[in-house]
């Protein structure tokens, strides 16, 4: 995965502040795998996360009356590797994560 240094810069500031970086853990243990997700109320930074890097947005909250709906980004396995060495060195609060998840492979 190659990204613009804006485009890396701007997608580890959303995984900073909005994003998950985990171990996908099955029964198995060669099916473990990376996972990065991203859950927010405004679609359109989702949105934005699958036209210049992939993955797929779902609506994963339908919300009520009194709450808007979420909206979740997810990027599994390669591609997620591929997306956490990219924007590995502009990586703050989520760093230390995305080393283990990187070392674990």
Same mark, same amino acid.
């Given at each position: 995965? /190659?990204?613009?240094?804006?485009? &890396?810069?701007?997608? $580890? %500031?959303?995984?900073? %502040?909005?994003?998950? *970086?985990?171990l996908n853990l099955?029964?198995?243990? @060669?099916?473990t795998d990376a996972? /990065?997700?991203?859950?927010?109320?405004?679609?359109?930074?989702?949105? +934005?996360?699958?036209? @210049?890097? %992939?993955?797929?947005? /779902?609506?994963?909250?339908? %919300?009520?009356?009194?709450?808007?709906? *979420? +909206?979740?980004?997810?990027?599994?396995?390669?591609? $997620?590797?591929?997306?956490?060495? &990219?924007?590995?060195?502009?990586?703050?609060?989520?760093?230390?994560? $995305?080393?283990?998840?990187? $070392?674990? @492979?």
């Amino acid at each position: 995965m /190659v990204l613009t240094p804006e485009v &890396a810069g701007y997608a $580890a %500031g959303i995984l900073d %502040g909005e994003g998950t *970086v985990t171990l996908n853990l099955r029964k198995t243990p @060669h099916s473990t795998d990376a996972l /990065v997700t991203v859950s927010n109320t405004d679609e359109r930074m989702l949105q +934005w996360l699958q036209l @210049h890097i %992939g993955g797929s947005v /779902v609506l994963s909250n339908r %919300g009520t009356e009194r709450l808007r709906p *979420v +909206w979740c980004w997810r990027l599994y396995s390669i591609n $997620a590797r591929r997306l956490l060495r &990219a924007v590995l060195p502009f990586l703050v609060v989520k760093r230390e994560r $995305a080393e283990l998840v990187l $070392a674990f @492979h």
